[in-house]
């Protein structure tokens, strides 16, 4: 309980940027949680797209079909989608795989420049509020009265903005590199699995002309 006052404590002597920064904070921790339960939902896995892609190598094209259609996930959707398309025409096929991919990655990158925006802000609002706090300390000139003190005390009290500010930054960072990362490997499935298929494609028109 002592712990939890003098924190309260500290953050009340941050200044009123404090407040700003915990808002930022509340915003990091929302967009992780959302994201989270989006990439749940919308990344089909590498396990799909490397056994989507071994199926395909071995000319298992129904198996790689059905299992498109059942498995969860965005590129999974893409896929079995295509490959409908390609039953009935194998034209504008590519166009349509690069449409969709734009799509689903747009939707995957979304919020995620908020966080990008806080790595950067968030220190910039810590030194603004360090800036501050040290403005009032040195405001107090008369330091034969002792209250020299007073001044050094609140030079202190400024610098837990900046190490709040810090703080904020780092956890957005972490955050912002984890999703990017997951999404470069989403990207990596995608073009492992687009290629497969572009190559079934040449494959069907090749019979086709045969």
Known sequence: ???????????HKGGFVMYILLLCSIFVVTI?????LYFQKA?????FSREFYLLLANGKVDEAKN????????????????????EKNTRHVSAYMEIQSGIALSKLRSRLYYLSVIVTMAPLLGLLGTIS???????????ASGQAMAITGGIGEALIATAMGLCVAMISLAVHAYFMQRIELIITDMEQCF???E????????YETA
């Open 133 to 143: 706090g040290m403005i009032s300390a040195f405001s107090i000139f008369n330091l």
């Open 43 to 47: 990344d089909s896995g590498r396990k």
């Open 1 to 11: 309980m002592d712990f939890i006052m003098q924190g309260v404590e500290f953050f």
């Open 195 to 197: 290629s497969m298929l």
């Open 199 to 206: 190559n079934q494609k040449e494959q069907v028109k090749d």
């Open 67 to 86: 299992m498109a259609h059942t498995a969860p996930g965005t590129l999974a959707g893409i896929l079995y989608s295509t490959m409908i398309k390609m």
């Open 32 to 36: 992780a949680v959302e994201r989270s």
